[in-house]
Every structure is written in structure tokens, then in C-alpha cells.
């Protein structure tokens, strides 16, 4: 194949770049399987490779940022694409470029250019030059007016090879202003295959060979290029669709020397991928988000790759090759389809009648929409490459290695039938196991242990990670979070066949006693939810009738606040109270009292209930005598502390006054006696300071 004219910088072609020597430090690393060697140069370019592929980037000043990507060691089973281009540009990239589009200006990303493409965009400053790191990825940044615009290159798998023969080509960007803008970007990939300069694209069923803009549903998940079936020498491919990233609004496919001449939008034009006024065909890739706000301190990431695209070939007269992802996954919500793609080429010297494309699935996978498994091509001529496609889709009936075949045939060609082997995961599938203390025991009227865990295995039995996994516990009455404990508790991953364990901490209040049933749910965007029960026997406590506080002091300064006493009467837990009777003794020496009060536990809805009596006072015998509380027509009273009686006393002397409850008749529902346990009070005052 012909190498493509001589293009200059600065007239209608692009020129070769010129080679420079370089001063560089080599260093390796072992990232996973590939072996990774980057090299950080003073001059020309900064490369990191792995045994798939190479990506370069321009080192500046001019043109700095600017980069191409090549193969090394290609697809393993290939030796005829070893050390072939991918993007143009091996020496000194500057033909792919990156616009930034803010309030409608087209600022360049990297160092200036004396060069065509780009030339007419605006251009910031280079905040940090292109630097290759220990992480396998390549870093550079501009300031562009209002923004910080962030560069990140690096390798990924390819969806349909499964190796790291990808480059991941991202931006960042930040707004850097103390007002919002409207931000786009544009990448510009002046694609090559080997000594090919102008290959069709293949989009889906289509061969691309002249100008055209892609948008909406038309947008593929990924795009390739190749010059033969039957006898390849490399296989491009971009990927627009990824998880976790902002797929390009548009793409457009045309000559760049267009691309290079205008920054942002143009009007298509309406030819192949020749350059305006020469005869070498010379195709470029424009990847463009479209602007949107993006506010003060905000920040955008765009992503998309470009690399080494797998297609599964059998070579005869009818050359078949098929290209779908290497591996789908299935989805309890929604299953997403996915694309096949059949490339036939006729190898012979005669035209091909009546060809027709047929896919066979297994088990497992299933047309979408019901749709024909057979596509009629008509005829392909000599040397001729056709395609057909359709939408697949998993359909949860088998999961694994999966294998289909798409068969070629003719009237008057020997038919070919290609396989390709497709790895369906399982959705995650979450679990739970709970373990938890089954009954509570008592120990001196409290429960042991008290408070008690709850511990939740949520188990991942999928074969893809769970993501963004949360527990959630619900607590019947009668059980309760420790303070500052939250119900909802987060994870980011759970990878396959792993689990992660949840913990709260809880209390038994004691208000609700027998089998205490509780509930843990977890859920993650893509997992069914799942839940798990469980149940804690909790015994009753015997409710404790006590002062509050039960013992104090405070300093004797008469006729000042310092000196007022506020007691309370408490009893923990009620457990459907209804009324008390009891009366007060205390030291008249040492305290006085000055009046009483009801508790809220005789007070409902804002309404005082009765009968009640607030008792009499005796100072001269120390005693508060018959206090009488009922509940009257309100329904029994279950709270963890119900407050039945509060008086205030003022120290009178130095000393310390019992505080005794005598006479004491705690009333349940329908006026049933309450067994309790009493406990005495006290007050100590002390002598002046």
C-alpha cells in the first residue's frame, strides 16, 4: 500500500513530523500481566508502552500535550501489526488535537502551534508539561481562560478484546472562576492504520467513507477500522460507551484537513475523506461533547478510548470476521443489549450473488425484539467488503462462556461460518446472614449484654463486583440504635464471591418484652435487593420506682437560687401505666419543701389528667402525704422514663435528708397492682462556703 503524500504544516497536508534525539531515562513496571516501560524526555515526546501498544505525547513547548498512539507487539496472534500506527503522528505527535469550548471560544489544549492543526483556536498556558508516571499514565495541564484542564492518558482493556491494548484518553475540567461557564469539548484523532490513511470507519452495519455526523440512537458503543478480512494488518477501534462515563454527544467522521481548520463545528461537507484540493485520502475522528454549565469550583470529566479492536476472522472466498463485546453482563433491572457485527469480504475474483449473513445463539442469548436472524446482502463484489448487525441481548437462561456463529453464504460462493466465544457475567446477587445474640439475660434488673450487636454478612455470590452497597436495619418498638449510631450503613464494593460485614450497636429498652422481631435490607444499583430477619428474646425487668437524682449536694446560701432543690419521683420502665399513691418522707432539719407538681406521665395531649392530688404538706413531721396520680380516660402510659411527681425544696440547714417513698401502690391497666422495685433518696446540704 502506497505511503500517503508528504504533507506540509503549513500548507494544505500535514508534513511528517521531524525526529528528534532524545535524552531519556527507560524504567519498567509490572501492572497486572503487561509489562509497562515509560520514558520521560526533556524533548520530543513522552511514551509509555506496554507489549500491546504505545501512546506518545508531545513534551512541547510547541505542540506540548498533543499525542498518537501505535502498536508494539499488536494483537498476540498477529505478527502483521506489530509496530504499526494507530494515530498519525509516531516522532513529534501534533495532528490529533483537543478544544475546549467555553461561552462560545475555542481555546486549545497544550503548548501553541506554528503548525495547521488548531492553529486558528485560542491558547492558555501550560500549568504542568507532560509527565509519565509510575502508575502507567501520562499528565498534562493547561490553564484556558476561566478553566483547569486536566489530561490524563493511559491504558485499558478493550470491550471486545479484553486486553490492555486500549488508550484511555480523559479531561478534566475545573472551573477555576467565581462564575459559572458553558463548557464543551472536542477531541480530534487523525486515525491511521499502519500506512492507511483514509480506511472507512466501520459503524455498526456501515462502511464510512465519506463525511458524516453520528448522533442520538445513531451513536455506536464503538467504532472499527480496518483495510482487509483476509488479510489484515491491523484493527482500530474507538469506544464511545462505558461504564462510569460521559459518552460524546456527537462524533463525526471527515478529512482532516477540515478538522484541522476548524476548531469547533463546521458544516460537513459533502465528500469523502480527500482533503480539500489534493488526492490522498486522510480521515480523522472528532469526538464532541457539546457545552453545558458548569458552575464555580465544579469539575467535568470527558473519557473515551481508542486502540486495538478484536474481531474473530475465518479467511476463505467468503472472508467472515464477527467483532461483539468479549463480555455483558446480565442486569435484574434492566438488561442492556448489545451489538454483533459481521464483516464479509468477497476474496475471490467474481462477484458474490445473493449473499446472506445468519446468526446462531446459544442458549442464553436472544435476538432482540424477535428480530430475523438472517440479513440478505445481495451480492458483494470482487475484493468487496459487506456487513450486517444485530442487537443481542442476555437472557438470563445461561451465564458463562458463551459461544455463537454468524455463517456467510451465496449462491455462488462456498459458504464460511465464523464462532466467536462471548463471556456472559451474572448480575451480583446479595445475601445476608445475620448474627446476633438470640435472648438477652438480666443481671441485677438490667439486660446482659446490653447494648447488644447486630451483625449483618451481606454476602456477593455474582460474578460481577456489588456497587455502592448499603444495610439498612429496621427496629421494632422496644429496640433501639445507640446514640449516634445510624441505621444506614455504606460500602463502595463488594467484589464477587466476597462479603462485608455490617455492625450497630443496640439497646433493649426494656418497654417491650418477648420475641423482638428486626429486619436488615441491602441494596446496590445493580443487585436485587435482598433481606434477612431476625428476632431477640427480651425478658421483663422488674420497673424501678426512684428519686431523681438519687443523691446530691448542694451548698447551703439561704434565700438564693443556689439553694432550690428540684427533685423528681421516676419510675423505669413503664410498661402501661395507668396511676401511683404514694407519700414522702424527708428531714425537716435539712430541707423544705416549697410546692409540687404533676409529671408528664399524668399529662396527655397537653391536657392534665385527674384525679390527681398533689399531696399535703407536713413540714413540722416531714412528710408530702397521700400523692395521687390516675390516668383517668387516657390509655395507659409505656414510655422508658415516666416522670410521676416533681417537688422543689430549699436547704435549711446543714446535713443530709433521707428521701423515702412509703405507702406506694403502682397501678397497671384496668387498676392491677405493678410489682416494683423502691429505691430511697437523699439530699446533703452543705455548710455555707
Not at 474481531?311 to 476463505?316: E, K, N, V, W
Not at 421483663?540 to 448542694?554: D, G, S, W
Request: proline content about 8%; charged content about 20%; aromatic content about 8%.
Amino acid at each position: 500500500m502506497p505511503m500517503p503524500a508528504t504533507r506540509s504544516a503549513f500548507g494544505g497536508g500535514r508534513g511528517f513530523a521531524r525526529p528528534t534525539a532524545l535524552a531519556a531515562a527507560a524504567c519498567l513496571l509490572l501492572v497486572g500481566s503487561p509489562l509497562i516501560a515509560w520514558t520521560q524526555a526533556d524533548k520530543g515526546v513522552v511514551s509509555i508502552s506496554n507489549e500491546f501498544i504505545k501512546i506518545r505525547v508531545n513534551a512541547g513547548p510547541e505542540n506540548a500535550g498533543r499525542f498518537a498512539v501505535g502498536t508494539t507487539g499488536g494483537d498476540p496472534t498477529r505478527a502483521s501489526d506489530d509496530n504499526k500506527v494507530l494515530i498519525y503522528g509516531s516522532s513529534e505527535p501534533w495532528t490529533s488535537y483537543t478544544t475546549v469550548f467555553v461561552d462560545g471560544k475555542s481555546w486549545i489544549f497544550g503548548g501553541p502551534t506554528e503548525k495547521r492543526a488548531g492553529k486558528s483556536g485560542a491558547y492558555g498556558t501550560v500549568t504542568q508539561p507532560p509527565t509519565a508516571s509510575e502508575g502507567a499514565k501520562i499528565v498534562c495541564a493547561s490553564r484556558l481562560g476561566p478553566v483547569e484542564v486536566t489530561q490524563e492518558l493511559g491504558f485499558a482493556r478493550s470491550i471486545t478484546t479484553r486486553m490492555l491494548d486500549t488508550a484511555r484518553i480523559s479531561y478534566t475540567v475545573a472551573n477555576k472562576d467565581s462564575a459559572p461557564h458553558a463548557v464543551g469539548l472536542r477531541i480530534t484523532l487523525d486515525t491511521m492504520l499502519g500506512d492507511n490513511d483514509g480506511a472507512p470507519l466501520r459503524i455498526g452495519d456501515r462502511a464510512v467513507t465519506a463525511a458524516t455526523s453520528l448522533s442520538g440512537a445513531a451513536l455506536p458503543d464503538y467504532w472499527q477500522a480496518f483495510d482487509s478480512l483476509s488479510n489484515p494488518t491491523v484493527t482500530a477501534q474507538g469506544t464511545l460507551r462505558a461504564p462510569d462515563v460521559r459518552s460524546p454527544d456527537r462524533m463525526i467522521a471527515v478529512d482532516w484537513g477540515t478538522a484541522a481548520d476548524h476548531p469547533w463545528d463546521f458544516d460537513v461537507p459533502n465528500r469523502d475523506f480527500t482533503r480539500a484540493g489534493e488526492a490522498e485520502l486522510d480521515s480523522a475522528a472528532l469526538l464532541i461533547w457539546d457545552p453545558q454549565p458548569l458552575g464555580t469550583g465544579e469539575t467535568r470529566t470527558y473519557t473515551t478510548f481508542y486502540g486495538l479492536g478484536g474481531i474473530t476472522l475465518s479467511p476463505g472466498g467468503l472472508s467472515v470476521g464477527v467483532t461483539a463485546p468479549a463480555e455483558v453482563s446480565l442486569s435484574y433491572a434492566e438488561v442492556q443489549p448489545f451489538s454483533v457485527v459481521a464483516y464479509i469480504e468477497n476474496s475471490g475474483g467474481f462477484e458474490a450473488r445473493d449473499v446472506a449473513a445468519t446468526i446462531e445463539l446459544p442458549t442464553g442469548l436472544t435476538l432482540v425484539g424477535g428480530a430475523n436472524p438472517s440479513r440478505a446482502i445481495t451480492s458483494v463484489a470482487p475484493k468487496g467488503t459487506t456487513s450486517a448487525a444485530w442487537m443481542v441481548k442476555p437472557d438470563g437462561k445461561q451465564a458463562g462462556a458463551l459461544k455463537f456463529a454468524v455463517t456467510a453464504s451465496s449462491s455462488n460462493v462456498e459458504p464460511n461460518r465464523v464462532e466467536r466465544e462471548i463471556l456472559v457475567h451474572t448480575p451480583p446477587a446479595l445475601g445476608i446472614r445475620i448474627e446476633a445474640p438470640a435472648a438477652l439475660d438480666v443481671v441485677n434488673n438490667r439486660y446482659s449484654p446490653n447494648p447488644f450487636e447486630v451483625k449483618a454478612i451481606v454476602t456477593n455470590s455474582g460474578t460481577l463486583p456489588a456497587q455502592a452497597v448499603t444495610a439498612v436495619i429496621a427496629l421494632p418498638p422496644g429496640l433501639e440504635l445507640v446514640e449516634g449510631e445510624k441505621p444506614v450503613l455504606g460500602v463502595k464494593t463488594i467484589p464477587a464471591e466476597k462479603s462485608n460485614a455490617f455492625v450497630w450497636r443496640v439497646n433493649a429498652t426494656g418497654l417491650h418484652i418477648g420475641a423482638l422481631a428486626y429486619q436488615v435490607s441491602a441494596e446496590s444499583p445493580v443487585a436485587k435487593p435482598a433481606q434477612a430477619k431476625g428476632a431477640i428474646s427480651v425478658p421483663m425487668l422488674t420497673p424501678e420506682l426512684r428519686f431523681f437524682p438519687e443523691a446530691q449536694t448542694v451548698p447551703l446560701k439561704v434565700n438564693d437560687e443556689a439553694a432550690i432543690i428540684p427533685i423528681e419521683v421516676r419510675l423505669s420502665p413503664a410498661r402501661e401505666f395507668f396511676g401511683a399513691r404514694f407519700t414522702i418522707s424527708y428531714d425537716p432539719k435539712v430541707i423544705e419543701p416549697l410546692f409540687t407538681s404533676r409529671g408528664v406521665a399524668f399529662v396527655e395531649q397537653g391536657k392534665l389528667l385527674s384525679p390527681w392530688n398533689s399531696g399535703a404538706i407536713n413540714h413540722a413531721a416531714g412528710v408530702i402525704g397521700r400523692v395521687e396520680g390516675l390516668r383517668g380516660d387516657a390509655p395507659p402510659l409505656t414510655m422508658l422514663n415516666a416522670s410521676l411527681f416533681m417537688v422543689t425544696f430549699r436547704a435549711v440547714a446543714p446535713g443530709t435528708s433521707p428521701l423515702v417513698l412509703k405507702e406506694v401502690e403502682v397501678l397497671g391497666t384496668g387498676g392491677a397492682k405493678i410489682e416494683f422495685k423502691q429505691f430511697d433518696g437523699a439530699v446533703t446540704v452543705a455548710p455555707a462556703p
